[in-house]
């Protein structure tokens, strides 16, 4: 198997060897300040050019995660539009420094921060960046690499209050019952999770037997696994046959016969039925956290009479 470098790392490797040859050093100058560079990528965040912030961040950081993923977290946080971050502690250790503060988001509520900076070229850069609120142990939210309660929780994601799981709920049998309706199952593909298309299930090993999976682990499996448009439509043909309607389900309450579930992999389990007119629709559903919503990832419907 080949291996190819990104063209990134092989230029920052280039570099590295340039300056060695002619006897440059890599060292910030003593009149470079992290804080100020700290300072400087949380202002450009505030004022809402994040795609600045996220090019002036160290490399490192730019791998951790996509600039769309960086822009979504950020904005669910509030950071954008938020205060300038107050620093409560400084630690210079070798070549980084960490900064703990706290910021005022745009919602007006405080949240702590802990961010690293590494030292690139005469510049510092922020290295990682963590978030918490109030007590809670802080979170390394912006990145995909090494996460323990973190971003896309497919990441750690609270449950939904009682309107947005009836919405939910909603939205997929609506485009569901559009879907069948139809006979034709295209939008309804598009709509569900990636992770399912793509045939991917939780990571299972013995770190989820001890409930500490990183839930934004995933795992291949057989490629005839993988989720189709034609599977959908021939899983649900007797719908289409039988010209099913379940338009009536929309302005009605789902009725949740289990309490909603957040499982242990990081999956929203939602069973409950709809008392509609002509019958009484059973439902399971299965959702996973894809930036920025919940996207379905199994769908079983039963229509009792």
């Known amino acids: ?30 009149a470079q300040d992290p804080e100020a560079a700290a300072n400087g990528f949380f202002a450009l965040i505030e004022k809402g050019d994040a795609r600045a912030a996220y090019d002036s961040a160290a490399f490192g950081f730019q791998v951790a995660q996509t600039f769309d993923a960086f822009l979504s977290n950020a904005r669910e946080l509030g950071l954008v539009g938020g205060q300038p971050p107050a620093w409560t502690r400084k630690a210079l250790d070798g070549a980084e420094t960490r900064l703990d503060g706290t910021v005022i988001t745009q919602f007006g509520t405080p949240i702590n921060i802990s961010v690293t900076l590494t030292p690139d070229g005469k ?7 963590r978030t918490s609120i109030g007590r809670q142990e802080a979170e390394n939210r912006f990145t995909v690499v090494g996460k323990g309660s973190d971003f896309n929780d497919v990441y750690h994601q609270p449950m939904p209050d009682p309107k947005q799981l009836a919405d939910l709920v909603h939205d997929t049998l609506t485009t569901f019952n559009t879907a069948a309706q139809r006979a034709d199952f295209h939008d309804f593909f598009n709509s569900v999770s990636e992770y399912w298309k793509n045939g991917l299930q939780p990571y299972r090993g013995a770190a989820a037997d001890a409930g500490n999976v990183n839930k934004d682990q995933f795992q291949s499996v057989q490629a005839d696994s993988r989720l189709t448009e034609k599977m959908l439509k021939d899983h649900f043909q007797g719908f289409v046959d039988k010209k099913i309607e379940l338009s009536s389900v929309a302005g009605l309450p789902p009725v949740f016969d289990r309490p909603p579930l957040i499982t242990q992999n990081g999956f929203l389990d939602l069973y409950g039925h709809f008392d509609a007119p002509q019958y009484r629709v059973y439902f399971f559903l299965e959702y996973v956290y894809e930036l920025p919503h919940w996207k379905l990832f199994g769908i079983e419907i039963e229509l009792r009479q």
Not at 4 to 30: D, E, M, Q, W, Y
Not at 123 to 129: G, T
Request: with cysteine; aromatic share 8%.
């Open 1 to 30: 198997m080949i291996f190819l470098l990104p063209r990134r790392v092989v230029l920052a490797a280039s570099l590295c060897l340039i300056a060695l040859l002619t006897g440059c050093s890599h060292a910030p100058s003593a």
């Open 123 to 129: 510049d510092w850069k922020l290295f990682s960046l």
